[in-house]
């Protein structure tokens, strides 16, 4: 609405002959505001580009004064091209483009073989955005990642080799290679980087997120007018290459790109003056937005990872088959094509065993070193040669997208009763992501990630803190097949404040807790073993570094009902004082993508509590 107003007063004044005040109107305009990349005024500092690049600005002070720019821009886009010279409107065709639409002015004619070139090669090319899932190899992709994307093959179907060369354009910060993890989560927090828009052919990134990482990815087309996308296509060209301020809570992938989509969608895609914006932020309001009175969002295309291709072949075999794959390869380094399972199945159904087993090698050869995995592929090969060609289509399980999935933040209201304690109301707030009850394979299956997690206490006294987490982060590294696989470490990583025991209510501690261990899948079932140890305050606890072991059990009962089994001992090392045992048993039942029911039994060798509680997700 505030686009339309600005755009009829400029006009107002175009008409009216006003050239200065239609010159001020124009350069408050939400769109030219996107074309300089001027992010939101903020409560405490003056609006400014984002771009620190001083050759993307006309204007000696066009950073900070969109006014001055604007004038800038109109003399040079007026000015005759200079030989040698590139005119403003090669430098800058988003600019030209949407100046003459606002002006009616048209300029003059001026050589532009590299926006030429790039005009030509994404005439046409539909707009969307690549969403890949989290990563917990990496802090800055935990919570996944977004690039755009630029589709030449339009509504072609399935990842033909056309496909693979469309263009995605990646938004991330430049890091030193010399920088450690400290320097690199420092600087990343607070400031230091810079990052930029970069291009490359889509199936490096299929390479690398999908094959290498094994992270999904999902394709999110957006249906915009030819005009708007044209107009996004040009400013692409403008921006590739020139340097922005990175932040990873702020001012990374996700909030970069909505401001970028900003310039054809008038919509604010990511909140103002958020403490922090993540990337399913930016895909959830993709799929609620609105561009011309239609939907924005038009088509959602999967493109499964190596693991979850591996995981759906070997799931469409039937169970001899399944026992004729395991028999083949029964454990990384032996491979027997002899097996009797496998030589007495039809033709047919051998090359269907073949196949998956080849997936499972290509899923080997990017997750670690494999003793002789080329000659085992390369026998795996020979026999498959030898069978009839072709290979069945892979059948999807048809995962829930990002957008439709458990929204990440949560409110839940329990009521407690604890033996010591008494009765009480639990009050649990979660602004991210997801835990070992509530993840899915959307995001990261057998996995947690929970940041700020708070939870409140309240009864007759008032109101008391049980537990305030400020990071939670739990990888069971699960294979979902029983092929052999190198062997996964399995780890969990937290930090924050919580009670210490169960019967009493003012003995807060803080901790930094590092397990590590192994997980082994049993169909429905996921136990697991930890090891580590808590570095901690001491108030209530004895001593401040305690070695801790973790046996836990994770539950897939049906689609909307998991449990978790977990029973942790720490010693403090100084005798029977120091030690503590605890366990807890929790069961969720959904009740639909934004509520849940939890009942849980928790006790330690202090006090036992039980719980029951309504989970509201948003």
Not at 410 to 416: N, P, Q, T
Request: aromatic share 8%; with cysteine.
């Amino acid at each position: 609405m505030r686009r339309l107003l600005v755009t009829l007063s400029a006009l107002l004044c175009l008409s009216s002959g006003a050239s200065q005040a239609a010159d001020v109107a124009l350069s408050d305009h939400p769109q030219w505001r996107s074309l300089l990349h001027f992010d939101r005024d903020g409560a405490f500092s003056e609006p400014r580009s984002a771009v620190l690049d001083d050759d993307f600005f006309l204007a000696e002070n066009g950073q900070l004064d969109p006014v001055a720019e604007l004038a800038a821009t109109l003399r040079a886009l007026r000015a005759s091209p200079v030989p040698g010279q590139a005119h403003a409107r090669c430098r800058f065709p988003a600019r030209a483009m949407w100046l003459e639409r606002m002006t009616g002015e048209t300029w003059p004619e001026a050589g532009c073989p590299e926006w030429k070139a790039w005009r030509e090669e994404h005439a046409g090319a539909e707009v969307g955005l690549v969403f890949a899932s989290g990563y917990l190899g990496n802090p800055a992709s935990f919570f996944g990642h977004l690039m755009l994307h630029l589709d030449k093959t339009g509504r072609e179907q399935g990842m033909t080799p056309s496909r693979l060369l469309d263009t995605s354009l990646n938004f991330g910060a430049d890091v030193p290679d010399e920088d450690g993890l400290v320097p690199y989560m420092a600087k990343g927090l607070f400031g230091g980087y810079e990052a930029e828009y970069s291009r490359a052919p889509f199936y490096r990134n299929t390479a690398l997120y999908s094959e290498r990482e094994m992270r999904d990815l999902w394709q999110y087309r957006l249906a915009l007018p030819e005009a708007e996308r044209e107009l996004l296509v040009a400013h692409l060209f403008e921006v590739i290459g020139q340097d922005f301020d990175y932040l990873f809570l702020t001012q990374n992938c996700a909030s970069r790109i909505a401001r970028t989509l900003e310039l054809v969608v008038d919509a604010d895609l990511t909140p103002s003056g958020a403490p922090w914006v993540a990337p399913e932020t930016l895909v959830r309001a993709i799929g609620d937005a609105e561009v011309a009175g239609r939907p924005l969002l038009e088509e959602v295309r999967h493109v499964p990872s190596r693991r979850l291709q591996t995981e759906w072949r070997y799931r469409a075999l039937a169970r001899p088959e399944q026992a004729a794959a395991t028999a083949v390869w029964s454990s990384v380094d032996e491979l027997d094509m002899e097996a009797e399972a496998f030589r007495r199945l039809a033709p047919g159904r051998r090359a269907a065993v073949l196949d998956t087993l080849l997936g499972h090698a290509a899923f080997l050869k990017q997750t670690g070193e494999v003793p002789n995995l080329a000659e085992q592929e390369r026998r795996l090969l020979q026999a498959r040669l030898a069978l009839p060609a072709g290979s069945e289509s892979l059948k999807s399980a048809d995962p829930v997208p990002l957008h439709e999935a458990t929204p990440p933040a949560l409110v839940r209201l329990e009521g407690i009763d604890n033996e010591t304690l008494g009765a009480a109301a639990r009050l649990i707030l979660r602004p991210l992501q997801y835990d070992l009850l509530d993840g899915n394979a959307t995001r990261m299956p057998d996995a947690a990630l929970e940041v700020g997690r708070l939870e409140v206490d309240l009864d007759d006294e008032g109101a008391r803190l049980n537990r305030l987490e400020l990071f939670r982060v739990t990888n069971l590294h699960a294979s979902s097949v029983p092929l052999p696989t190198l062997a996964g470490v399995s780890w969990h990583a937290s930090g924050g404040i919580a009670r210490a025991r169960l019967d009493c209510d003012d003995c807060l501690e803080g901790h930094v807790t590092l397990l590590a261990g192994r997980s082994w899948r049993r169909g429905r079932h996921l136990p697991f073993a930890l090891l580590g140890g808590q570095l901690r305050s001491e108030r209530h606890q004895a001593g401040p570094l305690a070695p801790m072991v973790r046996l836990g059990l994770l539950s897939d009962w049906t689609p909307r009902q998991r449990s978790l089994m977990q029973v942790t001992q720490a010693d403090g090392l100084k005798g029977e004082a120091g030690r503590l045992t605890r366990w807890r048993f929790q069961h969720r039942l959904a009740l639909g993508k934004e509520l849940d029911l939890r009942t849980g039994v928790e006790a330690d060798d202090t006090a036992h509590e039980v719980s029951l509680g309504l989970s509201w997700y948003f």
